[in-house]
């Protein structure tokens, strides 16, 4: 599966963002003079990130369904001056949604350009400038933007420092912490329409929802990503690689793990179903977290992946199927082969 289908799939109506071609090419504008303007080396690193997120001028798609999210919640909540203030709030995602896709890239490809790093801490002071002229320092926003904080670092930290190979890879609580990163960077962004229309017991369905998707991403992230991640042996990344080390029994740690072993599983069991499986209840988790939040437009887009995962699903239990059954007339014509052979000899 390509990074294009990972940001929208075909089970999701172009109009959750064909609606806001206008004001995300606005955004997008923005960030090209912005980022333009940085110092040369670190300009240069900025704008392939652009390009390579779908937040250059022009393009259909502007950066995944992360910076539509303020747009999507605009009109469930009535906030002062909320149009305006959902475009700043976008602009502030796709700032930090960048600010850690360049971070995580310098971590696990063991980048040393310290320039990435630089880019990185802009990305996330341009996010940070942005609500500072949203919200005054005393709100609550800033306590939500401090834990958000931490606990996507701790998950940073976590991730590239613990020895994962003996723990449960589909649990609840490994997938919440290997997720926190995407969940983390969106919630104080969440939380600012609650906060402004002063609903904030809503705030945690939200939360919650995020929570719950950002699990389901990452399932169908590392499915598609499990080769490269093996190659880079970012094996606390991935669900699959870890899921691989329990079915075959092997310690990861300490036996190195063959790509052709993961493909004949991947063919031969349910490991690829289960994540599937897993990822789709959590998409749905994430629908039935929204709770009395109507979020139109944020619905079909979790519907949407909710049906792509499904169609994921049929299509690697028939893959299996097919390949079991070849496997089984294979194994019999041999074993035919064989028993004539037996015959011959004995004559």
């Not at 930090?96 to 063991?110: E, M, Q, R």
């Not at 969106?186 to 609650?194: I, Q």
């Not at 599937?276 to 079909?300: C, E, H, N, P, V």
Request: hydrophobic residues 35%; proline residues 3%.
């Amino acid at each position: 599966m390509s990074k294009r289908n990972l940001l929208t799939t075909s089970s999701e109506p172009w109009s959750i963002y064909d609606d806001y071609y206008d004001r995300m090419e606005s955004l997008r504008t923005q960030m090209y003079e912005d980022v333009s303007s940085y110092p040369k080396p670190i300009s240069k690193i900025g704008l392939a990130y652009l390009q390579r997120t779908y937040l250059m001028p022009g393009m259909k798609l502007a950066g995944g369904p992360l910076p539509y999210m303020p747009f999507w919640l605009e009109e469930d909540f009535d906030a002062p001056d909320k149009y305006t203030v959902a475009e700043k709030l976008a602009l502030g995602l796709a700032y930090i949604s960048l600010s850690l896709t360049v971070k995580d890239d310098f971590l696990d490809n063991n980048n040393q350009d310290t320039n990435a790093i630089i880019l990185s801490n802009i990305f996330l002071t341009k996010f940070i400038k942005i609500h500072e002229s949203i919200f005054p320092k005393n709100s609550i926003f800033w306590n939500i933007f401090a834990k958000s904080l931490a606990e996507w670092y701790d998950g940073e930290t976590w991730e590239h420092t613990s020895d994962l190979y003996n723990t449960t890879s589909l649990s609840e609580e490994f997938l919440s912490t290997s997720s926190n990163k995407l969940s983390m960077n969106t919630v104080p962004t969440l939380s600012a329409f609650p906060i402004l229309g002063k609903e904030e017991s809503k705030i945690k369905s939200l939360v919650d929802m995020i929570r719950y998707y950002a699990i389901g991403f990452k399932l169908i992230d590392d499915l598609a990503d499990w080769q490269l991640d093996l190659k880079k042996k970012n094996y606390n990344c991935s669900s699959l690689i870890l899921l691989y080390s329990l079915y075959s029994n092997q310690n990861g740690s300490h036996n190195q793990i063959r790509e052709d072993q993961i493909s004949s599983l991947m063919l031969t069991s349910d490991i690829v179903e289960r994540v599937y499986s897993t990822a789709y209840d959590y998409f749905q988790k994430s629908l039935q977290s929204l709770g009395t939040i109507r979020a139109t437009k944020l619905r079909m887009l979790i519907e949407g992946r909710m049906r792509s995962t499904l169609d994921l699903y049929n299509a690697a239990a028939n893959t299996r199927k097919d390949t079991l059954t070849q496997l089984n007339s294979l194994i019999k014509s041999h074993t035919k082969s064989s028993t004539d052979n037996e015959i011959i000899w004995s004559d």
